[in-house]
């Protein structure tokens, strides 16, 4: 009985800092993470991107960013919501036609009937097309307008406030090995690691190969590995890791249905909270457990020389399951 109710202290007490775990499993394995892997937009970063700087030749700027919008204007990634959402105009929606959306690469689509292609230099490269190297100050979002390079808008992100907290956290609950992988520029992934202390970074992923890296973090750790995502490109990483988490504000439904543990406010130190609960969760369970047996089996030992009588006996076993039961109320309560 002990074992059960502590479980359901942990996950009451994970739900109450807004960390929803979708079994006792999730709770008992997060004890045993050793390596946790991040992707970064959205993860890490606020995924709400600043149009910073837009270069273009012969299109005019104006043209270069409508175009890009109205492409972009059904696409489910976080770049694609912040230009729509930059563009403050109205967005014509059924001026956009034949979306393709290019996993880790961008957006393929025709706005007014003219092929507009707009993602990274991946994506500027299975096109065959030339393209200028934007500012390595943030990420540049290329633009083709009808087969021909027409410019890149230079948009960037800002790291959560709570990044480097989270992995300061994650340290000090004895996480050995912190991760991220993305698909964004080497730059921009160089400079936001340093930000906030991370082990290891691998940039310019598709999201096959943020799998690929996966699988290699999997086979190197004796723990458990545990992915932290968006569910954005990530999807596959979020099912094939021990534990996958999702930040639930910004996560999509993909996402949040895929993974085993979601954040409810996309707070990252949660990860190293809700790992707490779960060590905390444990140690009661693991103390129910053997007080449990330790008194029963003394009960046991002094009946057998006689010196036990009905009274005793039922306070052994009655009172011993109240003391498992307050025990493991405290699980509910998590102070950080
Ligand atoms: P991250 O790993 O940082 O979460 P993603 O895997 O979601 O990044 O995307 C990788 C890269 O692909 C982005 O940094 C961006 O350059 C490009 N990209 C993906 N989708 C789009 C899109 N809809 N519009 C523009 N660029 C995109
Ligand atoms: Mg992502």
């Known amino acids: 009985m002990s074992i059960p109710l502590g479980f359901f202290a942990g996950l009451g007490g994970a739900s ?5 775990i979708k079994g006792s ?7 045993d993470v050793e390596t946790v892997v991040f992707d970064k937009t959205g993860t890490l970063t606020q995924g709400v991107f600043e149009v910073t700087d837009v270069i273009t030749d012969d299109v005019p700027r104006e043209k270069l960013i ?28 059924s001026r956009v036609t034949d979306i393709e959306d290019i996993a880790g690469r961008g957006v393929m689509a025709k706005v007014d009937g003219t092929p507009v292609a707009v993602g990274n230099r991946r994506l500027m490269e299975m096109l065959g097309l030339q393209f ?3 500012p390595s100050t ?11 390079y027409a410019g890149c808008i230079t948009i960037s992100d800002v790291v959560k406030d709570q990044s480097a907290q989270a992995i300061r956290d994650l340290k000090a609950a004895g996480i050995k090995r912190t991760v991220m992988l993305t698909g964004d520029s080497e730059a921009v992934a160089r400079k936001v690691a340093g930000e906030i202390g991370l082990d290891e970074v691998h940039s310019q992923l598709l999201p096959g190969d943020k799998l690929e890296h996966l699988e290699r973090i999997l086979e190197e750790t004796d723990g458990k590995v545990a992915f932290v995502g968006d569910g954005i490109n990530d999807a596959p990483s979020l099912v094939r890791s021990d ?24 707070d990252p130190t949660k990860v190293a909270t809700a ?18 047996l330790l008194v029963k089996f003394l009960f046991l030992g002094l009946s057998a020389v006689g010196f036990v009588n009905m009274w005793l006996a039922i306070i052994a076993d009655v009172g011993v ?5 307050l025990n493991s109320t405290r699980a509910l309560r998590y102070r950080r």
């Open 16 to 20: 109450r800092e807004g960390v929803l």
């Open 275 to 292: 790992m707490g609960i779960s060590r905390k969760t444990m140690g009661i369970i693991r103390e129910n457990i053997i007080g449990t």
């Open 138 to 148: 943030g990420t540049t979002v290329h633009v083709a307008i009808d087969h021909r």
């Open 321 to 325: 399951m109240i003391v498992a039961v």
């Open 243 to 266: 534990i996958g988490i999702t930040m639930g504000a910004i996560g999509s439904d993909v996402a949040i249905e895929a993974s085993d543990i979601v954040i409810m406010d996309d």
């Open 66 to 93: 409508e175009m890009a919008t109205i492409a972009e204007s059904s696409s489910p990634h976080p770049i694609a919501a912040s230009l729509v959402h930059a563009h403050r105009a109205d967005i014509d929606r």
């Open 132 to 134: 200028e190297e934007g």
């Open 25 to 31: 499993n999730y709770l008992e394995m997060l004890s």
